[in-house]
Nanobody, 120 residues
Framework: QVQLVESGGGLVQAGGSLRLSCAAS????????MGWYRQAPGNQRELVAV???????NYADSVKGRFLLSRDNARNTVYLQMNSLKADDTAVYYC??????????????WGQGTQVTVSS
């Protein structure tokens, strides 16, 4: 079982910055992808950014140029630096990790979510 612990959400004014962190722990053999999704009230959960074990990243068009996702493989941790925040970025942000556990089984784990609120 793989657990994800998120931190760094909060309230910020439009134009401000926040950094989210997500640390994975448990029976991890590898982490193939790790990243962030978000869900605003009344909307479906959507991809924000994801990074592979090799360091390749994929961003939602709405955050390109403003958000930066980085990964510390030694600590099984990802960091989402969010700059130039807009009211539309307000949502619950969920960390996700997928890969193989030590027993050879695949996992696809989610964090509990952290609220990001951007005031205009």
């Amino acid at each position: 079982q793989v657990q994800l612990v998120e931190s760094g959400g909060g309230l910020v004014q439009a134009g401000g910055s926040l950094r989210l962190s997500c640390a994975a722990s448990g029976s991890i053999f590898n982490i193939r992808t790790m990243g962030w999704y978000r869900q605003a009230p009344g909307n479906q959960r959507e991809l924000v950014a994801v990074i592979t074990s090799g360091g390749s990243t994929n961003y939602a068009d709405s955050v390109k140029g403003r958000f930066l996702l980085s990964r510390d493989n030694a600590r099984n941790t990802v960091y989402l630096q969010m700059n130039s925040l807009k009211a539309d970025d307000t949502a619950v942000y969920y960390c996700n990790a997928a890969g193989l556990a030590r027993n050879g089984a695949s996992y696809n784990s989610w964090g509990q979510g952290t609220q990001v609120t951007v005031s205009s």
